[in-house]
């Protein structure tokens, strides 16, 4: 009975022991602090670990984690895209709305851009998006149009053309045009077509080799 009574009570301390581990961040930061961290957080064994709230609490944590180095902020964030579940968008979407979120590194919130891109096409994922192309951040605009492209919602067309006509940057009037081809509906490709017969879009023609 005694020996019973010592088995159970090392059983409980060990379950009990388990139980108070919680996976934090500084675990989560030694896992991404690899050189080949791109390819790491896009294998399905990898992110499959982090479909526990525990653990995909952790990776929004760091995502959002004003104070730490954005360079690993920027592997949570697109871990959030490469997860592809309906709680990682919700995550993300929070994210780009904020517009404290990205204060200390202006390029964080083209990582959000980029990651929105990589979930399946939704009229909200777009409304919410689109409004990055009226962002001040030209890394902002330019994500956000490449992801628009990778939605392919003919909807869209009509924000990326709008922002195409006031846009001043170059790079990001490339990942609009580029946005416009991978849509490819009539409407976008009149438009192109519009683009290409005006002569004062010389800098964008000589970009895409002389033809769009």
């Known amino acids: ?11 409980l301390f060990i379950l009990i022991s388990a139980n108070s581990y919680a996976y934090s961040i500084d675990d989560l930061l030694k896992e991404l602090d690899v050189p080949n961290w791109r390819e790491k957080i896009t294998e399905s064994s990898f992110l499959e670990k982090f479909k526990s709230p525990e653990k995909f609490k952790t990776v929004v944590e760091l995502a959002d984690a004003r104070g730490y180095d954005w360079r690993y902020r920027i592997r949570a964030i697109r871990m959030l895209g490469y997860m592809k579940t309906p709680q ?19 390029s964080l919130k083209s990582y959000v851009a980029e990651s929105l891109g990589d ?48 846009e001043k940057s170059l790079a990001v009037k490339i990942a609009i045009i580029n946005a416009l081809k991978s849509i490819a509906s009539p409407e976008a490709q009149s438009f192109i077509k519009q683009i290409a017969s005006d002569l004062n879009n010389k800098e964008l023609l000589d970009a895409f080799g002389g033809s769009l």
């Open 1 to 11: 009975m005694k020996n019973f009574l010592i088995f159970i009570s090392i059983s």
């Open 88 to 106: 990682a968008k919700e995550a993300l979407l929070g994210m780009f709305q904020d517009h404290f979120f990205h204060h200390e590194c202006p």
């Open 119 to 166: 979930f399946p096409p939704g009229k909200r994922l777009m409304e919410i998006l689109k409004e990055g192309l009226k962002d001040p951040e030209v890394l902002v605009r330019e994500s956000t149009a490449k992801s628009l492209g990778r939605l392919k919602m003919p909807e869209s067309v009509r924000y990326l053309t709008e922002a195409f006509r006031t």
